[in-house]
């Protein structure tokens, strides 16, 4: 039974490497074009793969993220403008 359950784990394993849901996009940081790795949702990307997030950690975010768009609704004329600008220099790139 446990040569079975070893089998089975070896081929699991093999799989995990294979199937790695990260995508790499370009995007521009600091006026140059990088390659950054994109995970679903409850995973981040830890050296180029996508690994799953700790409890905790999803918590510290969600908070995180509720502030932060609280805080961005007064700002969100400025963001506009800024968006407009980075979207020109997407197009110059060859970027959608």
């Keep these: 039974m446990n040569d079975w359950y ?3 784990l070896g081929i699991i394993k093999e ?3 294979v199937l ?3 995508k790499k996009k370009k995007v521009i940081r600091k006026g140059k074009l ?3 790795t994109f995970c679903p949702p409850g995973r981040k990307a830890k050296k180029g793969k996508c690994v799953t997030m ?3 950690e999803k918590a510290k ?3 995180g993220a509720k502030k932060g768009a609280i805080k961005r609704k007064g700002k969100f004329g400025k963001i506009k403008k800024k968006r407009a600008k980075a979207m020109k220099k997407r197009k110059m790139f060859g970027l959608k």
Aim: overall charge positive.
């Design 15 to 17: 799989c995990d490497d």
């Design 6 to 8: 070893d089998d089975i």
């Design 61 to 63: 975010k969600k908070r």
């Design 20 to 22: 790695d849901e990260a």
């Design 54 to 56: 700790k409890a905790k």
């Design 34 to 36: 990088v390659k950054k």
